[in-house]
Each structure stands twice: as structure tokens, then as C-alpha cells.
């Protein structure tokens, strides 16, 4: 079993989407990771199920898809 990341900016800060859910600081630039679990059927088809997601700084988000 796999989980894919997916990291986008959101063009907002944090007076829009609140503090970073890593740190706990406002951050001028917000991104937004997706966490998904890859799968692959019995029958040989992929596909891919939403896990969580969360917002916060750039890197603080990237250290989150280290650990995993
Ligand atoms: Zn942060």
C-alpha cells in the first residue's frame, strides 16, 4: 500500500485559511496537501482513495510526507 501526496498553493495566506495546521503560525503563503492511499484492485485496476488533507506552510506540509 502507497500514499500520494499532492502539494498546491492555495494563493492565499493565512488571514484566509487560518493558521498552519503544522506549526501553528500564520504563514504568508498557505499550501494545501491532499494525502491519498494508492490501491490496486484484485482484478489489476489502480485507483486512488482520499485519506485527509491540511493546510499549512510549504515546508512544515513537505516534513509531513517525510515521515510517512
Ligand atoms: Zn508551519
Sequence with gaps: MKTVYRLTATKGSSEKYGACECCGRMADSIY?????????????????????????????????????
Design 32 to 68: 494545501h496537501l491532499t494525502r491519498y492511499r494508492a490501491y490496486t484492485t484484485n482484478a489489476g485496476k489502480q485507483g486512488m482513495s482520499y485519506l485527509s488533507d491540511a493546510f499549512g506552510h510549504k515546508n512544515c506540509l513537505a516534513k509531513t510526507t517525510e515521515a510517512a
